[in-house]
């Protein structure tokens, strides 16, 4: 079990220690891409010790009705969906209870990629070694959406790192390779693998990507 000791003291840190982890996909060329907004400033970090550009990829996650903040899917760029039908059974619904939802976040995929970008059009990840980087996974919805987005898109191989993640995640997700610095049996939310977990704003994600 990992102790409390073993928190990282923010995002930053986080990002640097995950990065050395990632140091040997350095001579590919790597593109990271960072999950907004918390992924994003561990992805700076990453993307700095790898000499890489960073980009976002934009995924929300489609919420239980009543408890929204239990993922029965997730949603991203260029139409991706993604259902977790375990979840959904086990609430004894089906998709056409969240569709709703789904196409609510669907356009607020649209309307938060233009705003984090700006004019900046989404990096071509053609042939490219794409590294997906969040703070934390726990029940890996939106990164199995931005796995699929970034295949989509014609990336080469895509890496999944993050710093913390419950063992059984790199079973959940269609990525190439699974980086993760903590896998702790007892895991309940992210944030308590932080010291500082404040949110993120759109202002640190759009400078973090050299967004005016």
């Not at 979840?87 to 569709?99: R, S």
């Not at 004019?119 to 990164?143: C, F, H, N, S, Y």
């Amino acid at each position: 079990m990992q102790t409390w000791s073993m928190r990282f003291a923010d995002r930053a840190e986080a990002g640097r220690v995950l990065a050395r982890s990632l140091a040997p996909l350095r001579p590919y060329g790597p593109l990271v891409l960072g999950l907004p907004r918390g992924g994003v400033p561990v992805a700076a970090e990453v993307a700095a010790a790898l000499g890489a550009d960073l980009d976002v990829v934009v995924v929300r996650k489609v919420g239980a009705p009543g408890h929204e903040e239990l993922a029965v899917g997730a949603v991203g760029e260029r139409g991706v969906t993604v259902r977790m039908d375990d979840v959904l059974a086990g609430l004894g619904i089906t998709w056409a209870d969240v569709e709703a939802t789904a196409e609510r976040e669907r356009e607020t995929v649209a309307r938060r990629a233009a705003e984090l970008r700006g004019d900046a059009a989404p990096r071509d990840l053609a042939g490219r070694v794409v590294v997906l980087v969040d703070d934390g996974i726990a029940t890996g919805a939106t990164m199995s959406a931005a796995v699929r987005v970034v295949r989509d898109r014609g990336a080469a191989g895509v890496v999944v790192a993050t710093p913390v993640a419950p063992p059984d995640t790199a079973a959940r997700l269609d990525a190439d390779a699974f980086v993760c610095v903590y896998l702790p049996r007892h895991f309940s939310a992210v944030g308590q693998w932080y010291s500082d977990f404040g949110q993120v704003s759109d202002q640190e994600v759009r400078d973090c990507l050299g967004v005016g």
